[in-house]
């Protein structure tokens, strides 16, 4: 189901996944549609209730990551009071409201394992983002210690790119951008210590940070989701191979397989397909988060 249009709110931006509207000044509402993105294309077909595990699953990790750094949500605004009664119970589960702040210009990349884009990296180049590793690793190895490997944030239809640290400096100055790694890759540690004790394995993930008009620094966006990370069972970890994941992997997989150039139009996807990458993703949110 597309996402209805809030009439009474300003959709000031559309991304590949999610709308965002202004509440006021201070504050806006975060929409996590059903929207499906794949090597940075909108794909036709949306994936049922997507929205509401991503909005869910980020809300979990805000809460638990607060001692880590502080997060965008807000108590201050009721959805009731922005949202008509016939419209709420599509937006109530895949709807944040957020303290309205600046988004750095960077994605914090975090890769502890080797595999995908890193993986092809590291055969081609013994380094990953330019960090070298050791010789003869194997796929999905994990590292010694997670690395840090940020990324530019593309627009809708663009590629995200890959960047030195020392640019995030030139972008952020020294001390924001050594916050940020440091807070990236303590946040991924955490969730890494938590996934295993359900039995998934955080391969690798991406986060976003924000400042306020005081510079304090906030974590945004969305928290280790199957958007946003690579999940593996530890039941099905094995080296030199790509195990299976519970995020959108399988998805890339099979559009792997299509004569597709990856680029828009994105390709339409079997019932199969969408049915069973719903799966996946309600799966992930249940073991780790323990609730139905």
Known sequence: MEAPILQNLELIAQGKVRDIYAVDEDHLLIVTTDRMSAFDVVLPNPIPEKGEVLTQLSKFWFNK????????????????DIVSQDQL????????????????????????????????DYQQTGSVCGIRLEQNLSMAAQLPEPIYTPATKAEVGDHDENISYQKTI???????????????????????????ERGIII?????????????????IDEVLTPDSSRFWAVENYALGTSPPSFDKQYLRDYLETLDWDKTAPGPELP???????????????????GFK
Not at 96 to 110: C, D, G, H, T, Y
Not at 207 to 214: I, N, S
Not at 271 to 289: D, L, Q, R
């Open 271 to 289: 019932k199969e397909i969408i049915n069973n990458t719903a799966k996946k993703y309600k799966s992930a949110y249940n073991i780790i988060t």
């Open 65 to 80: 990551t607060e001692h880590i750094a502080i997060n965008h949500l807000t108590d201050d605004i009721n959805l009731e």
């Open 89 to 120: 119970s599509y937006y109530q589960n895949r709807s944040m409201i957020v303290k309205r702040l600046n988004p750095l210009p960077i994605e914090a990349v975090v890769r502890g394992y080797l595999i995908g884009s890193g993986w092809k």
């Open 170 to 196: 030139d972008l952020l100055g020294k001390e924001l951008a050594e916050t940020v790694r440091d807070k990236a890759i303590e946040i991924y540690n955490y969730g890494v210590s938590h996934a295993k």
């Open 203 to 219: 391969a690798d993930t991406k986060f976003e940070f924000g400042q306020d008009q005081d510079n304090n620094l906030y974590l």
